[in-house]
Structures are given as structure tokens and as C-alpha cells.
């Protein structure tokens, strides 16, 4: 099946820990991007990558980082820096170019304890 | 203020009702246009995508854009208990870095009870 998986689906975490959450695709994708969704706020764009090897602050970096050394993979850490993690944490990919469909993973759910 | 705003209800219809769903934006690059559907504890699936001034029309879905407004809606015809979720309207526009990077507005939840 070719999709986009996260995990763990939902994530604890004590305050000042840093947290990896995993986003794999096997769509053969360039694009990967994280966003967070808080209630009432929509989806806000934390990193994307366009290339392996690549990628750009999206609107709410502070507090997370990325990397892309594999087309299928772009996990995202939250360090201790991020003062409001707990929130739902969404991947999305698509093929490079303006019209291409952003195809979204499950989620994870994180919450600071 | 916020480039893109978005009722977020919550919006509660009967079953056969007509949905309208509606997003303003305020930066006239914005040249393409997207809903998607989200279900509860679920990632975002794309519902419509337009990039010009009209109606785009797909089953019981018609996505509608005024780019002279700075306007898009959203209407479902029929309405039924499996439309029940969060809308959110997204936009893009062309050029350089900002390539696919997606602009969304806060999302609206729709109930329909039957």
C-alpha cells in the first residue's frame, strides 16, 4: 500500500525531553512538509523540504528541527525549546510543482505532561 | 490579521441540507485554491482544488471562486451524516521558495444530524 505513516500515534513526553516523531512515505514524493494543528488555528506549516538534503523554516520553526537524508524520510524533533508542544502533528508529501496534491500521514499526538 | 480567516463554527445542518462554507483571504498572490475534509483524530484529505474565478463542480461538491473579493466557498448539496468533519480552506501561489507551501485557514466543523 503506498501511503504516509507517522508514529507513534500518540506520544507522551515529560517537559524538557526533546521528542522525535517519525514521518515515512513510499509515494516517491521530493516534497515533505510538518505542520501542527492546534484547536481553532488550522494547520501552521513548522518545516518543509523540497529535496533531500534541504529544507526551509515554515511559519512556527522555534523550538523544532528537521532533516531530510532520505527521500522517504523527514522526521521532526521537539526539543525543550518549543514552549507549547503539546499539539497534533501532521506530515504531508507531494511531487514538486504548484498544482501537486499535498497527501496528508494519520498524526501523532503529542502531549507534554 | 490573519492572511486567511475562516468561520470555524461549529455549523449543525439536518440531513439534505445545502452546506455553504466559506473562506476570505487578504494577499491577492493567491492564485490557487483547495478544500480539504478532516475527520476526527484523522489527517486531512483533498476534496477540491481550482485556480481561476468560477465554480468548480464534482459530485455533490462545488468550490467557488471570486478572486476580485478575495472569496472562496465551499457548497455541498444533500447533505449527509458521512460529511460530518472539519473543513479547511488552503491557497498557494506561484514562485521561487514558496513553491507548495500552503497557506490554511482555521477550519470549519460540520455536523449533519440525520
Known amino acids: 500500500d503506498g501511503g504516509i505513516t507517522q508514529s507513534p500515534k500518540y506520544l507522551f513526553r515529560k517537559e524538557g525531553q526533546n521528542v522525535t516523531l517519525s514521518c515515512e512515505q513510499n509515494l516517491n514524493h521530493d516534497a515533505m512538509y510538518w505542520y501542527r494543528q492546534d484547536p481553532g488555528q488550522g494547520l501552521r506549516l513548522i518545516y518543509y523540504s523540497q529535496i533531500v538534503n534541504d529544507f526551509q523554516k515554515g511559519d512556527i520553526a522555534e523550538g523544532y528541527s528537521v532533516s531530510r537524508e532520505k527521500k522517504e524520510s523527514f522526521p521532526l524533533t521537539v526539543t525543550s525549546a518549543q514552549k507549547n508542544p503539546t499539539a497534533f502533528y501532521l506530515c504531508?508529501?507531494?511531487?514538486?510543482?504548484?498544482?501537486?496534491?499535498?497527501?496528508f500521514g494519520p498524526g501523532t499526538r503529542l502531549t507534554v505532561l | 490579521q490573519k492572511e486567511v480567516e475562516q468561520d470555524p463554527g461549529p455549523l449543525s445542518v439536518p440531513e439534505g441540507a445545502i452546506v455553504s462554507l466559506n473562506c476570505t483571504y487578504s494577499?491577492?498572490?493567491?492564485?490557487?485554491f483547495m478544500w480539504y475534509r478532516q475527520y476526527s483524530r484523522k489527517g486531512p484529505e483533498l476534496l477540491m482544488y481550482?485556480?481561476?474565478?468560477g465554480n468548480k463542480e464534482d459530485g455533490r461538491f462545488t468550490a467557488q471562486v471570486d478572486k476580485s473579493s478575495k472569496y472562496i466557498s465551499l457548497f455541498i448539496r444533500d447533505s449527509q451524516p458521512s460529511d460530518s468533519a472539519t473543513y479547511l480552506c488552503a491557497m498557494t501561489w506561484a514562485g521561487g521558495t514558496s513553491y507548495g507551501k500552503l497557506t490554511f485557514g482555521q477550519g470549519t466543523i460540520l455536523t449533519v444530524h440525520p
Open positions: 481550482t485556480y481561476s474565478s
Open positions: 504531508a508529501s507531494s511531487f514538486r510543482g504548484i498544482h501537486n496534491e499535498q497527501f
Open positions: 494577499n491577492s498572490a493567491f492564485q490557487y
